[in-house]
């Protein structure tokens, strides 16, 4: 039988181990203009000032946060700041929170452990450790979709959290970095831009941004009932069935609902 050469042998080997890389930026027809929205505010809802949002997520017809720093996971509602539910994780600073409908999966910024939670009240099932940052997360088709700071997605397998794609995402090109809290819709995933005020809606497939949402109007709602330097736009659900859209900061005093129009 003839032998293959080395360098390909080893990138069969690699096909079977390493995380496909779906896309090469610079590579194929010019990209279109990704369209340019603007977040209106439709409700103002209370939201506690003391969290420091890391994921907003619907689950199971309730709305759960994550919040960092001494952080925790709980439940809220639209009516009131306070959470309905709450359990703190003490050792770690918690992150993005996504939901596959029977679970709850939670990251941690620098502490490389995904935090799986089970039931009503969720309980804590297990932990996964994974290499990296975590900031946002969220749930499609079958993938958990993470970002951690830089411009890629990286794709996970929710049963052992093993990487199995990535994507570098582009706008026009560029790479965007500083990607933070998801939301996973139909047709595209939701980032924040962390310290910005924009909101990118990005291709799954190609990673490259579909529209720039200008979020600035709720940064000026909230400008004066916010007093650190890290109460930023972060925070983004999307309600199942209704389509709702809600956005929120670190730190704000608001939750909002928004709808997304053309910019003028
Ligand atoms: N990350 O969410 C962007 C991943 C990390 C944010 C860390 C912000 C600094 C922590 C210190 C808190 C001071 C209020
Ligand atoms: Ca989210």
């Known amino acids: 039988m003839r032998r293959l050469p080395w360098s390909l042998s080893l990138s069969l080997l690699c096909l079977a181990c390493a995380p496909t890389q779906r896309q090469t930026p610079d590579a194929g027809t010019p990209e279109a203009t990704p369209r340019k929205l603007v977040?209106?505010?439709?409700?103002?809802?209370?939201?506690?000032?003391?969290?420091?949002?890391?994921?907003?997520?619907?689950?199971?017809?309730?709305?759960?946060e994550s919040t960092g720093e001494k952080g925790d996971l709980r439940r809220i509602s639209l009516e009131q700041a306070s959470p309905l539910w709450k359990e703190a994780l003490p050792d770690v600073f918690p992150e993005g929170?996504?939901?596959?409908?029977?679970?709850?999966?939670?990251?941690?910024?620098?502490?490389?452990?995904?935090f799986v939670w089970n039931g009503t009240p969720p309980a804590r099932e297990k932990q996964v450790s994974y290499a990296g940052e975590g900031?946002?997360?969220?749930?499609?088709?079958?993938?958990?979709?993470?970002?951690?700071?830089?411009?890629?997605?990286?794709?996970?397998?929710?049963?052992?959290?093993?990487?199995?794609?990535?994507?570098?995402?582009?706008l026009q090109g560029v790479q965007q970095e500083m990607l933070n809290e998801l939301e996973c819709a139909e047709d595209g995933v939701y980032a924040n831009v962390w310290h910005s005020n924009n909101v990118l809606k990005?291709?799954?497939?190609?990673?490259?941004?579909?529209?720039?949402?200008?979020?600035?109007a709720l940064a000026q709602a909230v400008r004066?009932?916010?007093?650190?330097?890290?109460?930023?736009?972060?925070?983004?659900?999307?309600?199942p069935g209704t389509g709702r859209l809600f956005f929120t900061g670190k730190l704000w005093p608001d939750l909002f609902e928004v709808t997304l129009e053309p910019a003028a």
């Open 135 to 170: 900031w946002g997360l969220c749930y499609w088709q079958g993938q958990l979709v993470r970002s951690d700071g830089t411009s890629t997605l990286r794709f996970h397998d929710p049963k052992d959290f093993r990487v199995k794609s990535q994507v570098q995402v582009t």
């Open 39 to 64: 977040a209106r505010i439709v409700h103002t809802y209370p939201h506690d000032p003391t969290a420091f949002t890391q994921g907003l997520q619907f689950h199971q017809g309730q709305l759960y």
């Open 97 to 114: 929170l996504a939901s596959d409908g029977e679970r709850l999966y939670q990251l941690t910024w620098q502490d490389e452990t995904l």
């Open 224 to 239: 004066g009932r916010v007093h650190s330097y890290e109460a930023v736009l972060n925070g983004i659900a999307l309600e």
């Open 202 to 216: 990005i291709d799954y497939a190609t990673g490259r941004v579909l529209a720039v949402i200008d979020a600035s």
